[in-house]
């Protein structure tokens, strides 16, 4: 039999590449206008970085990520995103002794071992940012900015803008809480999923892609309504 590209892979032929190029300058033209440098870490990683970094409850971890011992009996993962590797090297080279805000951008192959469907691969490429050392809702504005930027100058005009906010561990807590109530009689009615991310990491159930218009209609409470003092002041002047 005929050897193809794994499931969920990708081969771009010339003309495609070309394409990827183009998409590519734009974005690193639109980044060094904002002054993000480009960082570029390892493909893998010990995989207790990405355990730590995102968390043992997201679907990401617990059913995604392409881990494999190395021959010295490591256990390693294919990237599955960019933020936790990006915080390991700034703590690695010790960036956080600089006073200055440091601006990162990346653009690669990341690895998720995904149920095959329509637009999803296991080899997919992701851009992204990251701005760390200021706690200033101006760089909060400036990265929304930047990305609405980058959608209008790659000629997308119907753009409509939603602003959220997660909060800070504080509210979150209390969040946490109202979600678990809010659910406590309705939990028959969510996927089983849903039933285990309310044991685990309830904050999780928002991301449902099954049941997500459903809870709107039931009610749910909104993360908007319940920030603390401090995130609800932060989020108004991001706005
Ligand atoms: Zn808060
Ligand atoms: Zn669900």
Same mark, same amino acid.
């Given at each position: 039999?005929?050897?193809?590209?794994?499931?969920?892979?990708?081969?771009?032929?010339?003309?495609?590449?070309?394409?990827?190029?183009?998409?590519?300058?734009?974005?690193?033209?639109?980044?060094?206008?904002?002054?993000?440098?480009?960082?570029?870490?390892?493909?893998?990683? %010990?995989?207790?970085?990405?355990?730590?970094?995102?968390?043992?409850?997201?679907?990401?971890?617990?059913?995604?990520?392409?881990?494999?011992?190395?021959?010295?009996?490591? %256990?390693?993962?294919?990237?599955?995103?960019?933020?936790?590797?990006?915080?390991?090297?700034?703590?690695?080279?010790?960036?956080?002794?600089?006073?200055?805000?440091?601006?990162?951008?990346?653009?690669?192959?990341?690895?998720?071992? !995904?149920?095959?469907?329509?637009?999803?691969?296991?080899?997919?490429?992701?851009?992204?940012?990251?701005?760390?050392?200021?706690? !200033?809702?101006?760089?909060?504005?400036?990265?929304?900015?930047?990305?609405?930027?980058?959608?209008?100058?790659?000629?997308?005009?119907?753009?409509?803008?939603?602003?959220? %906010?997660?909060?800070?561990?504080?509210?979150?807590?209390?969040?946490?809480?109202?979600?678990?109530?809010?659910?406590?009689?309705?939990?028959?009615?969510?996927? !089983?999923?849903?039933?285990?991310?309310?044991?685990?990491?309830?904050?999780?159930?928002? !991301?449902?892609?099954?049941?997500?218009?459903?809870?709107?209609?039931?009610?749910?409470?909104?993360?908007?309504?319940?920030?603390?003092?401090?995130?609800?002041?932060?989020?108004?002047?991001?706005?």
């Amino acid at each position: 039999m005929a050897i193809t590209a794994p499931r969920g892979t990708q081969d771009f032929l010339p003309e495609q590449t070309a394409e990827w190029q183009l998409l590519e300058a734009k974005i690193r033209q639109i980044c060094s206008l904002y002054g993000f440098g480009e960082i570029r870490t390892p493909m893998f990683e %010990s995989t207790e970085l990405f355990l730590r970094g995102i968390g043992e409850t997201t679907d990401v971890v617990t059913k995604e990520m392409y881990t494999f011992e190395d021959r010295g009996g490591r %256990s390693m993962t294919l990237r599955p995103e960019n933020t936790a590797s990006v915080v390991r090297a700034f703590l690695e080279h010790k960036l956080y002794g600089d006073p200055q805000v440091h601006k990162f951008y990346y653009m690669g192959p990341m690895f998720r071992h !995904d149920r095959p469907q329509a637009g999803r691969y296991r080899q997919f490429t992701q851009f992204g940012v990251e701005e760390i050392g200021s706690k !200033d809702p101006a760089v909060d504005a400036e990265i929304i900015a930047m990305a609405f930027q980058l959608f209008r100058e790659l000629g997308l005009n119907d753009l409509v803008l939603h602003l959220n %906010s997660v909060g800070c561990p504080k509210c979150r807590t209390v969040y946490r809480q109202k979600l678990l109530d809010f659910f406590a009689d309705k939990r028959d009615q969510l996927c !089983d999923d849903c039933n285990e991310r309310l044991e685990k990491n309830p904050l999780r159930v928002l !991301d449902c892609k099954e049941d997500g218009e459903k809870m709107m209609q039931m009610g749910v409470p909104l993360i908007t309504d319940n920030l603390c003092d401090d995130c609800k002041e932060h989020f108004h002047k991001v706005q």
